[in-house]
């Protein structure tokens, strides 16, 4: 798989790597048995960046990825996780004894004495520019509680305010064929900072798979059921917050743009590679076989750039007057 360097991090990684989510909640239920062996089926198809957050089933995603660290070793593995979204989402909250709660709490459950990388996770627009945050990040840095420290983010503006700062190696954000005003921004300023780009929802929540119809439901626990609205948290999370009705159109129209050798989840995450900037995607997976083909997604051939204007277009027409101005 292509290696890519994670921003100021320094560390090497393939271009996918693995979103845990849908190990922890939140995506219908996901056994032990079934996690471990989507771990293990990345992992063999050359992926070495697993992405998870600690509120994740409330730290069942963490554990699961700490569980296969221990029995199958860590060797050339990047795990980045995530913190402050087990508290109530206040600026207050965010404070370097909270940092160090969180962050040992987190590196129990991975099993590690240092993480690797710790994003905080969607805080309040305010916190991105707080000095007194990036003070706390970096003295969790001093002593050895992190490797360095990144940030997940909503907007565009939270964004470019973190990349400004010297001490952010990465910056997580929302960049799919339904979401492409990073592009025009966030991507170009990541690059002259020496930022990484973690991309995900890459595939908005399943509709770029192009399995979904206007008939498909999911679970009730699943976030695709009670968050369509934003009843949960940031309604950009589910879908990219594009209506399903809307998305299912603009993946019939992008249909026909997919190479003959690949499928439409794996010609979504491919257009996402080919983005200057971009240090690595984190598909999801709730099986070995979504792991493994979203993993192939690296070996395909660049998009030719009359794919690329396509997909542009059908953004324009159909999508952009939902999400442009809000994220």
Same mark, same amino acid.
């Given at each position: 798989?292509?290696?890519?360097?994670?921003?100021? &991090?320094?560390?090497?990684?393939? #271009?996918?790597?693995?979103?845990?989510?849908?190990?922890?909640?939140?995506?219908?239920?996901?056994?032990?048995?079934?996690?471990?062996? *989507?771990?293990?089926? +990345?992992?063999?198809? $050359?992926?070495?960046?697993?992405? &998870?957050?600690?509120?994740?089933?409330?730290?069942?995603?963490?554990?699961?990825?700490?569980?296969?660290?221990?029995?199958? $070793?860590?060797?050339?593995?990047?795990?980045?996780?995530?913190?402050?979204?087990?508290?109530?989402?206040?600026?207050?909250?965010?404070?370097?004894? =909270?940092?160090?709660?969180? &962050?040992?709490?987190?590196?129990?459950?991975?099993?590690?004495?240092?993480?690797?990388?710790?994003?905080?996770?969607?805080?309040?627009?305010? #916190?991105?520019?707080?000095? @007194?945050?990036?003070?706390?990040?970096?003295?969790?840095?001093? @002593?050895?509680?992190?490797?360095?420290?990144?940030?997940?983010? %909503?907007?565009?503006?939270?964004?470019?305010?973190?990349?400004?700062?010297?001490?952010?190696?990465?910056?997580?954000?929302?960049?799919?064929?339904?979401?492409?005003?990073?592009?025009?921004?966030?991507?170009?300023?990541?690059? %002259?900072?020496?930022? $990484?780009?973690?991309?995900?929802?890459?595939?908005?929540?399943?509709?770029?798979? $192009?399995?979904?119809? @206007?008939?498909?439901?999911?679970?009730?626990?699943?976030?695709?059921?009670?968050?369509?609205?934003?009843?949960?948290?940031? *309604?950009?999370?589910?879908?990219?917050?594009?209506?399903?009705?809307?998305?299912?159109?603009?993946?019939?129209?992008?249909?026909?743009?997919?190479?003959?050798?690949?499928?439409?989840?794996?010609?979504?995450?491919?257009?996402?590679?080919?983005?200057?900037? #971009?240090?690595?995607?984190?598909?999801?997976?709730?099986?070995?076989?979504?792991?493994?083909? =979203?993993? +192939?997604?690296?070996?395909? +051939?660049?998009?030719?750039?009359?794919?690329?204007?396509?997909?542009?277009?059908?953004?324009?027409?159909?999508? +952009?007057?939902?999400?442009?101005?809000?994220?």
């Amino acid at each position: 798989m292509e290696q890519r360097t994670l921003g100021r &991090t320094g560390r090497r990684i393939g #271009v996918v790597g693995l979103g845990a989510w849908q190990l922890g909640a939140d995506w219908g239920r996901v056994d032990e048995n079934q996690a471990l062996d *989507v771990l293990s089926a +990345a992992t063999d198809a $050359g992926v070495t960046f697993i992405d &998870t957050a600690d509120v994740y089933g409330d730290g069942r995603s963490e554990q699961l990825i700490g569980r296969f660290l221990k029995s199958h $070793g860590g060797e050339g593995i990047t795990v980045a996780t995530k913190m402050g979204r087990r508290m109530p989402q206040v600026p207050e909250n965010y404070t370097l004894d =909270n940092f160090r709660a969180w &962050t040992d709490r987190s590196r129990t459950n991975l099993g590690v004495d240092t993480l690797d990388l710790v994003q905080l996770h969607c805080p309040p627009t305010v #916190v991105y520019s707080t000095d @007194e945050v990036y003070d706390a990040l970096d003295t969790l840095v001093a @002593e050895g509680r992190v490797a360095a420290y990144g940030v997940s983010v %909503e907007t565009r503006a939270e964004a470019l305010a973190a990349i400004r700062r010297p001490g952010v190696a990465t910056v997580q954000i929302i960049l799919n064929m339904l979401r492409l005003a990073p592009l025009a921004d966030v991507l170009p300023a990541a690059r %002259e900072a020496g930022v $990484g780009i973690i991309t995900r929802v890459p595939l908005a929540s399943g509709l770029l798979s $192009g399995r979904y119809d @206007e008939n498909t439901t999911f679970a009730p626990e699943d976030h695709r059921t009670y968050n369509r609205h934003g009843e949960a948290f940031d *309604v950009g999370e589910t879908f990219s917050g594009v209506d399903f009705t809307t998305g299912l159109e603009a993946v019939r129209r992008l249909a026909p743009l997919v190479p003959p050798e690949a499928t439409m989840a794996q010609f979504a995450l491919r257009w996402i590679i080919d983005q200057p900037g #971009v240090s690595v995607v984190i598909p999801g997976a709730r099986n070995p076989d979504q792991a493994r083909a =979203n993993a +192939a997604a690296a070996g395909l +051939a660049p998009l030719p750039a009359e794919s690329m204007a396509a997909v542009e277009a059908v953004y324009d027409d159909l999508i +952009a007057p939902q999400v442009a101005d809000r994220w």
